[in-house]
């Protein structure tokens, strides 16, 4: 047995401290010690190696030479991928040369029409770690951290150069930075791992808050409602359309947003997936040493595609490169059903109201899972032609090095998976009964044509006419719009037809009022949504009876809409909006969704409001005044931006690890962000005995904690917290500075004989010598 063997079976046996079950323990080494290496395989040897659910074939699109290391890619009209490579992530266990700029934007064509891309234009090179692009107007949005630029497109060549943010992606490692710039159907830009969103208004960048949503991916179903997930959770999502409910900063948390669609986190690999990071952890691996539940879930995609059948269209499809799975999960969408143009019933409408849940479309298997160890899904998409397509990075080291423990960098060397660099496919998965190759849409130059494809049953077509529409200002076909608006039974094209009036600056009251009164919940609220593009102090009162009417009749599924409404409202007449937001708190002082979409409009408001909330009831558990009360709290928890900026002159190192690392799950302010992390404001952990936070930080934490009082678990917050004492790039200087950074910063402050010195770093790793796995709150206390 050679070494590496030895050392990973050694951390193994350290992991495995349950005495009563030797036998098993036994059996599950000697399968670890029979992994073999992982070879690399052509793309149709791959290919050989998926087990795809009956009735589906994968298909190869593109692959090396083509196009090495995909993490992303875009159509275009003409069915060609533009395509993100991400060469210098992860060179070796170390990192290094992770900077270098070999970074690519390629165009790859399929010049004889059979399937398969043939031919690569390579538009951008020399880009360090780029990872999202978002083609619109005559220019394409390139993300290469931190900043995000718009480049001019001419013959397919970059002419111009904009820097449309600065800060794009400031802070935050390769796993935790911005990225989708996701077109979504208001018009706007949205991306995972980001509070911001972004729209193209002539020669200038809009840049407004949003939900803070997800790590890596972003998509949305046929209504414009956005899902997400992080690397531990299936499927997160919005119950409202995106642009609403993100204008109160003090508000941490919206009912609404980030909620749990799918929260069945188990996955099924067809192979021993020891090559995972906490892989030594007990319960990570099952008796046969595959995943049990996900640990790097990304690249979601809603299938808004007929391609599968109707019964499959609006189903999510979720990536696990860390497990070499796709997941399909089963949407049960809160819409009316509504038709969705073609003469049929969607099966994205399912029931009633907007609470969306969804669960596994199979029983302890997935849709696609490989035996290859290098197959490493990390975004999928619906293609032009229907078909469902897979980004396959192909390599062998995907575990950032920030968070790359020794346990892995063993698995890595073991089985010889730091090279090659130079692979990546894409695929995509079609039913077998179907032709080869698809049929692609036709997008001819005439903007009437991209109104009649507002109709196609491939949602990929629909969003691109609209696009297209959009971005070349089709002013002309606003009154084929309205009549597409207007059309009966066709709720879908009647939602893109609304937005594409809206994007070419052509939305009139007239076309909004009669959808606010019609008897369509799903119109109605997209109404509601797009009314504050065109408000204005001389139309605003003749949607006021309309908008009473919905409140008169109780109209649960759009009230919250009003809510969110309200602050464009507030802008004309305060008061007005002020009556509004107390009738609502009157009539529905228990609903969470209508609660927090009110308080939505109170930023800077909300002691006032509360002492008016208890006057009309004085209950303090009603559901409105206790949200109120919460960020009330949370207003009181939050420090100086002063005293933040004088702490990272102290402590620059902490400071610029927090930015780096901690902020991405426990947000910037310290208070945690939603199925990410717990506070780290006010914490005991934080603020109590050194000796029990430095081997949090070293090691990591994994289970339930407790926070000033309040028991965190999944899926409020992810189940574990990775450790960086394995990381070299930190010493025990690095790791002080960030606890005495994080340990006085917002309303925290220690004593100045509490002050961590390097020292008491040592100590602790002295003291827990070749110790691998996390902590357990129990074995802190």
Partial sequence: MNR??????????????????????????????????????????????????????????????????????????KGRIWAVEMMDYMPDTSGTGEDAPSGRIVILSDTNADGRMD?????????????????????????????????????????????VDSDYAAGGNVEHQPNGLFRAMDNWIYNAKSAKRYKKAGNRWLIERTHFRGQWGISRDEYGRLYYNNNSENLLGDYFLPGLGATNPHQRNVAGFNEHIVPDNRVFPVRPTTGVNRGYQQGILDDSLRLREFTAACGPVIFNSAMFGEKNRGHAFIAEPAGNLIKE??????????????????????????????????????????????????????????????????????????????????????????????????????????????????????????????????????????????????????????????????????????????????LQPSDLLPLIKGTDPALRTQALTALPSIINPNNYRQFLPAINDIIAAKDTQCIPYIAFITPSIQKLDPRLAHDILIRLTTQYPNNIYIADAIISNLYNKEEGFYKEALAINPDTTLTINRQLKKVLSDIARTGSATSFKQLAITYPKGASIFQSLCQTCHGPDGNGIRSLGPPLNTSNWVLGDKNRLIPIVLYGLTGPVKVAGKLYKAPEVSGDMPGIGSNKEFSNEDIAQTLNFIRNAWTNKVKKTDKIIPEDIGAIREKFNDRQKPFTMEELR
Wanted: proline residues 8%; aromatic residues 8%.
């Fill in 329 to 506: 999960d089963i949407l049960e969408p809160g819409a009316p059903a509504t038709n969705n143009g073609q003469g049929t019933t969607s099966a994205t409408a399912a029931t009633s109201g907007f609470i969306t849940k969804g669960k596994e479309a199979y029983e302890k298997k997935e849709f696609l899972a490989s035996e290859d160890e290098r197959f490493r899904p990390v975004n999928l998409y619906t293609g032009p032609d229907g078909a469902l397509y897979i980004v396959d990075m192909y390599r062998g080291i995907i575990q950032h090095k920030t968070y790359l423990t020794t346990y892995l960098k063993n698995e890595i060397k073991q089985r010889a998976l730091t090279k090659p660099l130079n692979c990546g496919r894409i695929y995509k998965v079609v039913p077998t009964s179907a032709g080869s190759p698809l049929r692609l849409p036709s997008f001819t130059d005439d903007p009437a044509h991209w109104v009649d494809l507002l109709q196609d049953p491939n949602g990929w077509t629909r969003d691109k006419a609209q696009q297209l529409l959009v971005d070349h200002k089709a002013l002309r076909t606003a009154p084929s719009l309205r009549r597409l608006l207007t059309r009966p039974n066709a709720t879908i094209p009647s939602i893109h037809a609304l937005w594409t009036l809206e994007g070419i600056g052509a």
């Fill in 119 to 163: 031919r690569n234009k390579v538009f951008l090179d020399s880009l360090v770690l780029p990872r999202a692009i978002c083609l619109i107007e005559d220019g394409i949005l390139v993300a290469e951290p931190p900043k995000l630029w718009y480049y001019t497109i001419k013959d397919d060549k970059p002419v111009h150069k904009t820097l």
């Fill in 4 to 77: 590496l063997i030895v050392i990973s079976t050694l951390i193994f046996l350290a992991a495995c401290n349950n005495p009563s079950a030797p036998d098993k323990r036994t059996d599950s080494l000697a399968l670890r010690n029979s992994i073999p290496g992982s070879r690399v395989l052509t793309a149709d040897s791959a290919i050989a190696k998926m087990h795809v659910q009956p009735g589906y074939s994968v298909q190869l699109v593109a692959s090396e030479p083509l196009v090495a290391a995909p993490v992303a890619l875009s159509f275009d009209e």
